[in-house]
T-cell receptor, first 117, second 113 residues
Framework: NAGVTQTPKFQVLKTGQSMTLQCAQD?????MSWYRQDPGMGLRLIHY???????DQGEVPNGYNVSRSTTEDFPLRLLSAAPSQTSVYFC????????????????FGEGSWLTVV | KQEVTQIPAALSVPEGENLVLNCSFT??????LQWFRQDPGKGLTSLLL?????REQTSGRLNASLDKSSGRSTLYIAASQPGDSATYLC????????????FGDGTTLTVKP
């Protein structure tokens, strides 16, 4: 069981370049999300999705786009990279939890380290 | 807006000590609260999940409690070991969107041999 898989693990971008961080989960979770974590800080929500075709903004959405065409995949696109987007990015997934006795434990990917120069 | 605070930011203890990590949140209308462990350079691993209707959860040497009325949760680690050294984060989710969670900044724990 692979869980949540993120690629790439490390990436260096030049200012103004675009790229896509990939995220896939094999647990049939409805909910997927992207967070960024800056040094010494907790996680801040970028975008999230409650199912295929449904996405919404989190706390820090500017400069990022997402789409959810399938239950399994939730890519994060950086439109025009800026040094302020240097961070560690985490993808996460969970059941929505409502009505589920199992609750909604969140499963995280291993992270993608992005440096924008 | 939900805010989550974790105190202390860092903690260093000798091996064998029992210790408590604190998490407070401003909006008591939560769906659940989770405690996570993060090792350097790694993702987050869920340790314990407490539903809003529960008071505590236990897993091995870990015990997490929840007091919704006061907006507090504690993570108790018994007989700490050097392998417990990591950053511990708590996260709360709200009723209106059970999957959307707000995280604290974490407590970095160092257990010295």
């Amino acid at each position: 069981n692979a869980g949540v898989t993120q690629t790439p693990k490390f990436q260096v971008l030049k200012t103004g370049q675009s790229m896509t961080l990939q995220c896939a989960q094999d647990m049939n979770h409805e909910y997927m999300s992207w967070y960024r974590q800056d040094p010494g800080m907790g996680l801040r929500l970028i975008h999230y999705s409650v199912g295929a075709g449904i996405t919404d903004q989190g706390e820090v959405p500017n400069g990022y786009n997402v789409s959810r065409s399938t239950t399994e995949d939730f890519p994060l696109r950086l439109l025009s990279a800026a040094p302020s987007q240097t961070s560690v990015y985490f993808c996460a997934s969970s059941y929505l939890g409502v009505g589920r006795s199992s609750g909604n434990t969140i499963y995280f990917g291993e992270g993608s380290w992005l440096t924008v120069v | 807006k939900q805010e989550v605070t974790q105190i202390p930011a860092a903690l260093s203890v000798p091996e064998g000590e029992n210790l408590v990590l604190n998490c407070s949140f401003t909006d008591s209308a939560i769906y659940n609260l989770q405690w996570f462990r993060q090792d350097p350079g790694k993702g987050l691993t869920s340790l314990l999940l407490i539903q809003s209707s529960q008071r505590e959860q236990t897993s091995g040497r870990l015990n997490a409690s929840l007091d919704k009325s006061s907006g507090r949760s504690t993570l108790y680690i018994a007989a700490s070991q050097p392998g417990d050294s990591a950053t511990y984060l708590c996260a709360v989710s709200i009723f209106t969107n059970a999957g959307k969670s707000t995280f604290g900044d974490g407590t970095t724990l160092t257990v010295k041999p």
